[in-house]
C-alpha cells in the first residue's frame, strides 16, 4: 500500500514535469523566438502523450498481469485533461487574445481547430465524472460507456496535430502509430470476446476477461 | 558584453559550434555577466578589430609556415564578418528591428530539418565558398557568377523589410544586397522570357535534410519576370550588416518583401530566364494551398488557416496583416486587374 502512495506521488510529480519545464524556460528565456507557438506545440503535444499514456494502461496491464496500474488511470487521464485545458487557454488568450470572432471563425472554418475543438469539448464530460460517486450515480456501465469516448477523443487529437502540419508529418504519424497500436488491441481483444473459440481457443475464463475489462 | 556573449552562444550553435563552446567556457570561467561593470565592457566594433587584428597576425605568422596554395581563410566568408562600404536605402522601413538572435535561430529552411531551431544547428555544413550563380535560359548572355564578382556586381544597399511567412509570424529585417533587376538587365532577357526560375543548391551531403523526401528537392521558385525587375526585389548576401549566416541562406538568397517568406529562395545556385510559368517547390507539395503568386494577402486565407493576423516576432499582441506586406503602394500595380484570390 505504501509502495503504490509513493509510486502514485511519483508518477504525479513526473505529470507535471512538462509544465515545470515550460515555466522553467519561461523564465530562463528559453522558449525561443516565438514563445507563444510553443507553449501551444507543447501543451498540445503533452495532452496527446497523456492520452496515449492513459490508453496504454489496459493493454500493459492486461499483457504483464499487473492490476494496480489501473489505480493510476483517472490521474493519468485528468492529467491530459490538464494539459489539454492548458493547449486550450494558450490558444485562447495567448494566441488569440479573447477575439471571440476570430476563435468563432477559426473554430467554424479551419478543420484542424474544429476537429481539436471537438475533441477538448468532448474531454470535459469525462473529467467531470471521473470522481467514484459520478461513476456511483451513473453505473458501471453507463460510465464505461460514456468513458469510451476517449477512442474518438485520442483520434480526433491525432487528425487535429496531422492537419495542423505544413508538411513534415513524421510527428502526427508517429503519435498516430501509437495510437493505432492501442486501439488495434482492444479491437483484437473485443474480437476475441465476441467469439473466443475463433480467436482464442479453448475459452478459459482468464482468457475471457482478456476483452471483458477493456476501456 | 552580455549581448555579445548571447549572440556568441547563438551563432556556435549555428556556424562555429567550437566558438559556441569557447565562449560557454569563456562565460562561466571568467565572470557572470553580472559581475562585469560596464567600464570593463568592450565596445562591439573593438572587439571586431581585435579578433581582426589577432586574425591577421595569425595568418601572416601562418603565411611564413605554409605554402601560398593552402592559405585560403574560410572565415572571410564566415557570418559575422562586417561587410564594407553598404549604403542606405529608402525603401527601408523605420519599424523596430527583429533581434538578430531570432532572426539567426527560427528559421524555416527544410534543406536542415523541418523544426525551426534545425537550420541554426545544423547548417554549418553548408559551404558557401565556393559557390557559384548561374544566370542562364532565355538570355542573350548567359554567365556564370562567382559569389565573390556577384558581391562586386552593385553597390551593396541596407535593406530593412517586413518579413511575413505564410504561417503567420512576421519579422523585420535587416538585408544587405541589391536589385535583382541588376543580375537580370546584365544577362538582357530574351523576347519571349516571362518568367524567372530560382534553384537552389542541391547536394544531400551538405544538406542533410534533402536525404529526405519531405519535399521535391532542389527547392524552386518563381517570379515574374516584371515582378523580379521589381527595384523592392532584392538579392541579399547580408544580414545585420554582416555576411549572411548559413541558416538564413548563405551565400546569396532572394528577398521578395511583398511575397510570403517560402518566396524568398536561399542558397541560390541557378536563375534562369524561361517563357512558362515555373512550378515551385511548394506548388507541388500542395497545389491547394500555396499558389505561384503567393502575395501577402489578409483577405485570401490559407486553406487551413488565417491569414488576416499576424504575430511579429518578439510582440504578444497579434497585429493585423497588411495587403502585400505593406508594400502595396509600390507592387499593386502589377497586379492590376487580376483576380487576386484565383491567382493567389
Same mark, same amino acid.
Given at each position: 500500500?505504501?509502495?503504490?502512495?509513493?509510486?502514485?506521488?511519483?508518477?504525479?510529480?513526473?505529470?507535471?514535469? &512538462?509544465?515545470?519545464?515550460?515555466?522553467?524556460?519561461?523564465?530562463?528565456?528559453?522558449?525561443?523566438?516565438?514563445?507563444?507557438?510553443?507553449?501551444?506545440?507543447?501543451?498540445?503535444?503533452?495532452?496527446?502523450?497523456?492520452?496515449?499514456?492513459?490508453?496504454?494502461?489496459?493493454?500493459?496491464?492486461?499483457?504483464?498481469?499487473?492490476?494496480?496500474?489501473?489505480?493510476?488511470?483517472?490521474?493519468?487521464?485528468?492529467?491530459?485533461?490538464?494539459?489539454?485545458?492548458?493547449?486550450?487557454?494558450?490558444?485562447?488568450?495567448?494566441?488569440?487574445?479573447?477575439?471571440?470572432?476570430?476563435?468563432?471563425?477559426?473554430?467554424?472554418?479551419?478543420?484542424?481547430?474544429?476537429?481539436?475543438?471537438?475533441?477538448?469539448?468532448?474531454?470535459? &464530460?469525462?473529467?467531470?465524472?471521473?470522481?467514484?460517486?459520478?461513476?456511483?450515480?451513473?453505473?458501471?456501465?453507463?460510465?464505461?460507456?460514456?468513458?469510451?469516448?476517449?477512442?474518438?477523443?485520442?483520434?480526433?487529437?491525432?487528425?487535429?496535430?496531422?492537419?495542423?502540419?505544413?508538411?513534415?508529418?513524421?510527428? &502526427?504519424?508517429?503519435?498516430?502509430?501509437?495510437?493505432?497500436?492501442?486501439?488495434?488491441?482492444?479491437?483484437?481483444?473485443?474480437?476475441?470476446?465476441?467469439?473466443?473459440?475463433?480467436?482464442?481457443?479453448?475459452?478459459?475464463?482468464?482468457?475471457?476477461?482478456?476483452?471483458?475489462?477493456?476501456? | 558584453?552580455?549581448?555579445?556573449?548571447?549572440?556568441?552562444?547563438?551563432?556556435?550553435?549555428? #556556424?562555429?559550434?567550437?566558438?559556441?563552446?569557447?565562449?560557454?567556457?569563456?562565460?562561466?570561467?571568467?565572470?557572470?555577466?553580472?559581475?562585469?561593470?560596464?567600464?570593463?565592457?568592450?565596445?562591439?566594433?573593438?572587439?571586431?578589430?581585435?579578433?581582426?587584428?589577432?586574425?591577421?597576425?595569425?595568418?601572416?605568422?601562418?603565411?611564413?609556415?605554409?605554402?601560398?596554395?593552402?592559405?585560403?581563410?574560410?572565415?572571410?566568408?564566415?557570418?559575422?564578418?562586417?561587410?564594407?562600404?553598404?549604403?542606405?536605402?529608402?525603401?527601408?522601413?523605420?519599424?523596430?528591428?527583429?533581434?538578430?538572435?531570432?532572426?539567426?535561430?527560427?528559421?524555416?529552411?527544410?534543406?536542415?530539418?523541418?523544426?525551426?531551431?534545425?537550420?541554426?544547428?545544423?547548417?554549418?555544413?553548408?559551404? #558557401?565558398?565556393?559557390?557559384?550563380?548561374?544566370?542562364?535560359?532565355?538570355?542573350?548572355?548567359?554567365?556564370?557568377?562567382?559569389?565573390?564578382?556577384?558581391?562586386?556586381?552593385?553597390?551593396?544597399?541596407?535593406?530593412?523589410?517586413?518579413?511575413?511567412?505564410?504561417?503567420?509570424?512576421?519579422?523585420?529585417?535587416?538585408?544587405?544586397?541589391?536589385?535583382?533587376?541588376?543580375?537580370?538587365?546584365?544577362?538582357?532577357?530574351?523576347?519571349?522570357?516571362?518568367?524567372?526560375?530560382?534553384?537552389?543548391?542541391?547536394?544531400?551531403?551538405?544538406?542533410?535534410?534533402?536525404?529526405?523526401?519531405?519535399?521535391?528537392?532542389?527547392?524552386?521558385?518563381?517570379?515574374?519576370?516584371?515582378?523580379?525587375?521589381?527595384?523592392?526585389?532584392?538579392?541579399?548576401?547580408?544580414?545585420?550588416?554582416?555576411?549572411?549566416?548559413?541558416?538564413?541562406?548563405?551565400?546569396?538568397?532572394?528577398?521578395?518583401?511583398?511575397?510570403?517568406?517560402?518566396?524568398?529562395?536561399?542558397?541560390?545556385?541557378?536563375?534562369?530566364?524561361?517563357?512558362?510559368?515555373?512550378?515551385?517547390?511548394?506548388?507541388?507539395?500542395?497545389?491547394?494551398?500555396?499558389?505561384?503568386?503567393?502575395?501577402?494577402?489578409?483577405?485570401?486565407?490559407?486553406?487551413?488557416?488565417?491569414?488576416?493576423?499576424?504575430?511579429?516576432?518578439?510582440?504578444?499582441?497579434?497585429?493585423?496583416?497588411?495587403?502585400?506586406?505593406?508594400?502595396?503602394?509600390?507592387?499593386?500595380?502589377?497586379?492590376?486587374?487580376?483576380?487576386?484570390?484565383?491567382?493567389?
Amino acid at each position: 500500500m505504501k509502495t503504490f502512495t509513493l509510486l502514485k506521488t511519483a508518477v504525479f510529480l513526473a505529470c507535471l514535469l &512538462p509544465l515545470l519545464r515550460l515555466v522553467w524556460l519561461g523564465f530562463a528565456g528559453g522558449l525561443g523566438a516565438n514563445p507563444i507557438e510553443f507553449v501551444t506545440h507543447s501543451t498540445g503535444t503533452w495532452t496527446l502523450a497523456c492520452l496515449l499514456v492513459t490508453l496504454s494502461v489496459t493493454p500493459l496491464r492486461r499483457l504483464s498481469g499487473w492490476h494496480w496500474l489501473v489505480r493510476l488511470r483517472r490521474m493519468l487521464g485528468l492529467y491530459a485533461f490538464f494539459y489539454a485545458c492548458l493547449h486550450f487557454v494558450t490558444y485562447i488568450w495567448l494566441d488569440q487574445f479573447f477575439d471571440l470572432h476570430a476563435i468563432a471563425k477559426d473554430v467554424a472554418k479551419r478543420p484542424f481547430i474544429t476537429v481539436g475543438f471537438a475533441a477538448f469539448l468532448l474531454l470535459i &464530460p469525462l473529467a467531470v465524472t471521473s470522481s467514484n460517486a459520478a461513476t456511483r450515480r451513473l453505473g458501471a456501465r453507463r460510465w464505461q460507456r460514456l468513458h469510451r469516448l476517449v477512442y474518438l477523443i485520442a483520434t480526433a487529437g491525432v487528425v487535429h496535430y496531422w492537419w495542423l502540419v505544413k508538411k513534415d508529418i513524421t510527428q &502526427p504519424a508517429l503519435y498516430g502509430a501509437a495510437l493505432a497500436v492501442l486501439l488495434g488491441y482492444r479491437v483484437v481483444a473485443a474480437l476475441g470476446k465476441r467469439r473466443p473459440s475463433d480467436f482464442l481457443g479453448d475459452p478459459k475464463p482468464s482468457r475471457i476477461r482478456l476483452g471483458a475489462c477493456r476501456t | 558584453m552580455l549581448r555579445l556573449m548571447e549572440e556568441g552562444v547563438a551563432r556556435g550553435r549555428g #556556424t562555429m559550434a567550437l566558438r559556441g563552446l569557447f565562449f560557454r567556457g569563456f562565460q562561466m570561467l571568467i565572470k557572470k555577466p553580472s559581475d562585469v561593470k560596464p567600464s570593463e565592457i568592450t565596445d562591439r566594433d573593438l572587439y571586431r578589430e581585435r579578433r581582426e587584428f589577432m586574425r591577421k597576425a595569425t595568418l601572416s605568422v601562418a603565411a611564413g609556415l605554409l605554402p601560398s596554395s593552402l592559405l585560403i581563410d574560410p572565415r572571410v566568408a564566415r557570418a559575422g564578418t562586417r561587410l564594407a562600404g553598404v549604403r542606405n536605402s529608402r525603401t527601408s522601413t523605420d519599424e523596430k528591428q527583429t533581434p538578430y538572435q531570432d532572426v539567426t535561430t527560427y528559421n524555416n529552411f527544410y534543406e536542415f530539418g523541418t523544426d525551426k531551431a534545425s537550420p541554426a544547428q545544423l547548417a554549418g555544413s553548408l559551404v #558557401t565558398r565556393p559557390w557559384n550563380v548561374a544566370v542562364e535560359g532565355l538570355v542573350k548572355r548567359p554567365k556564370v557568377y562567382a559569389i565573390e564578382e556577384l558581391l562586386r556586381l552593385a553597390p551593396l544597399e541596407d535593406r530593412i523589410y517586413r518579413l511575413r511567412c505564410v504561417e503567420g509570424w512576421s519579422m523585420v529585417i535587416p538585408w544587405v544586397g541589391f536589385p535583382l533587376s541588376e543580375v537580370i538587365r546584365r544577362a538582357e532577357p530574351a523576347g519571349d522570357a516571362r518568367y524567372v526560375e530560382f534553384t537552389t543548391l542541391y547536394d544531400p551531403r551538405q544538406m542533410p535534410g534533402q536525404r529526405h523526401g519531405v519535399l521535391d528537392w532542389p527547392y524552386v521558385e518563381g517570379l515574374r519576370l516584371d515582378e523580379a525587375m521589381h527595384p523592392l526585389a532584392i538579392l541579399a548576401m547580408g544580414l545585420y550588416g554582416e555576411v549572411l549566416p548559413n541558416q538564413n541562406g548563405a551565400p546569396v538568397r532572394l528577398v521578395v518583401p511583398w511575397k510570403y517568406g517560402f518566396k524568398s529562395i536561399k542558397s541560390v545556385v541557378r536563375i534562369r530566364l524561361v517563357e512558362k510559368q515555373p512550378v515551385s517547390t511548394w506548388m507541388k507539395a500542395a497545389p491547394r494551398e500555396y499558389g505561384f503568386y503567393s502575395n501577402v494577402n489578409p483577405t485570401v486565407d490559407h486553406p487551413r488557416w488565417s491569414q488576416a493576423k499576424e504575430r511579429r516576432i518578439g510582440e504578444f499582441f497579434k497585429r493585423p496583416t497588411l495587403m502585400f506586406n505593406g508594400y502595396g503602394e509600390q507592387v499593386a500595380g502589377l497586379y492590376a486587374g487580376m483576380d487576386l484570390k484565383r491567382y493567389f
